[in-house]
């Protein structure tokens, strides 16, 4: 069985520019997590799904964040425009129920120049 | 949900059991306790859940004592592999939302 998978590995785009993180969960997972560690600090919950819903996006940090999930399968995180302290690794985790564990992805390191 | 903390870092040899506590003073009443391990460049992993007492799986033990204000994650006879950073959380499974809360983590190094 495949695990979550991450796309890209590795992003570096300059401050002001437009950047799309792709998630693709575990295959009949409904419930799909974003959280990210910046530099130096802990790994922080962003957002999570039920399926196409957004069921609590209180980490989000602003509004230049946007997470979708269209049709309730993967999910993309838009960051527009970044900004420097943007940098960091951006996970995506999944879990089949909320009494699940959640299965980690490897993450998108982005670097924000 | 209730803060943890936990050791920043260990340092161990192979073969030899680790034992990583982690305090919860705060625990609440429906709180469980879980260990996630991160490797370098990967995403967490869970490793183990617990409510009290004990629970031992393929990976590893968890103890809980009574008053259920801290855990001790159990490592037996590691290896070079085990070398990575271990997250202890604290909180309940059925909240709205089930957000993981990671502290800074206990970094094991393992050394030959």
């Known amino acids: 069985e495949a695990g979550v998978t991450q796309f890209p590995s590795h992003s570096v785009i300059e401050k002001g520019q437009t950047v799309t993180l792709r998630c693709d969960p575990i295959s009949g997972h409904d419930n799909l997590y974003w959280y990210r560690r910046v530099m130096g600090k802990e790994i922080k919950f962003l957002l999570h799904?039920?399926?196409?819903?957004?069921?609590?996006e209180s980490g989000m940090p602003n509004n230049r964040f946007l997470a979708e999930r269209t049709g309730g399968t993967y999910s993309t995180l838009k960051v527009q425009p970044a900004e420097l302290e943007d940098s960091g690794v951006y996970f995506c985790a999944s879990s089949q129920s909320r009494d699940n564990e959640q299965f980690f992805g490897p993450g998108t390191r982005l670097t924000v120049l | 949900l209730a803060k943890t903390t936990q050791p920043i870092s260990m340092d161990s040899y192979e073969g030899q059991e680790v034992n990583i506590t982690c305090s919860h003073n705060?625990?609440?009443?429906?709180?469980?306790i879980t260990w996630y391990q991160q490797f370098p460049s990967q995403g967490p992993r869970f490793i183990i859940q617990g409510y009290k007492t004990k629970v031992t799986n393929e990976v590893a033990s968890l103890f809980i004592p009574a008053d259920r204000k801290s855990s001790t994650l159990s490592l037996p006879r590691v290896s070079l592999s085990d070398t990575a950073v271990y997250y202890c959380l604290v909180g309940a499974l059925s909240y709205n939302t089930d957000k993981l809360i990671f502290g800074t983590g206990t970094r094991l190094q393992v050394f030959p």
């Open positions: 799904f039920v399926k196409e819903s957004k069921q609590d």
């Open positions: 705060n625990i609440a009443t429906n709180d469980y």
